[in-house]
Structures are given as C-alpha cells and as structure tokens.
C-alpha cells in the first residue's frame, strides 16, 4: 500500500505565507512526478504546481513568482512554498504523485486526503 500524507494548511490573511508537505510512504519502487492540485467550493480540482524527477517545475499562471514547488527524493516528499497569499487561494490543496509500487509494473497516480488552505483577514 501507498500513503501520501500532507500536512500544513491553516488560516492566514492576506499577503501571508504557507509551506505544504507531502510525504510518500509505502511499498514504493519509484516515483516519478509530484504535484499539487487545488479544488475550491463548487470547482474543479485544478493543477497549481508539478515537479519531474529530474527536478523540471510547471506552475498555473495564477501562482507564478508567488509558489515554489520543490522535493527532496530521499525523503519521498514534496513542499509547496506559498508566499504573497491571495483569498482566492482558498481551497483543499491535493498532493499527486506517479508512483511505481514495488509490485507493479506500470505508475499510477496516487492522492492525498488534502488539507484545507483559507486565507482571510
């Protein structure tokens, strides 16, 4: 079994900072990308940040030069650095990760559980 646990959400105002964690655990072989995905009241859960194994970043234009996705592979874990926090980032964050377990072949994606990021003054 494959678990991905995050963890750092809250509440802040505006202009405030947050940093999201994702670890990995489990009977993992590999992991490929890692990212974090975000679902607001009544939307869809949209891509805010990915990072390849070999450390290539993708970014949603409403978060760029204001999010820092990075990871530490021996840790199996991803960080969201979030800075300059705006209300309309409120949602559940969802950590992604393409992982291969060590009884498969093939990667699947796996999800965390979310944790909720609110920003209001």
């Known amino acids: 079994q494959v678990q991905l646990v995050e963890s750092g959400g809250g509440l802040v105002q505006p202009g405030g900072s947050l940093r999201l964690s994702c670890a990995a655990s489990?009977?993992?072989?590999?992991?490929?990308?890692m990212g974090w995905y975000r679902q607001g009241p009544g939307n869809t859960r949209d891509l805010v940040a990915t990072?390849?194994?070999?450390?290539?970043?993708n970014y949603a234009d409403s978060v760029k030069g204001r999010f820092t996705i990075s990871r530490d592979n021996a840790k199996s874990t991803v960080f969201l650095q979030m800075n300059n926090l705006k209300p309309e980032d409120t949602a559940v964050y969802y950590c992604?990760?393409?992982?291969?377990?060590?009884?498969?072949?093939?990667?699947?994606?796996?999800w965390g559980q979310g944790t909720q990021v609110t920003v209001s003054s």
């Open positions: 992604n990760a393409a992982i291969r377990t060590n009884s498969g072949y093939y990667s699947h994606d796996f």
């Open positions: 489990g009977s993992i072989f590999s992991i490929g990308s």
């Open positions: 990072i390849t194994d070999e450390l290539r970043t």
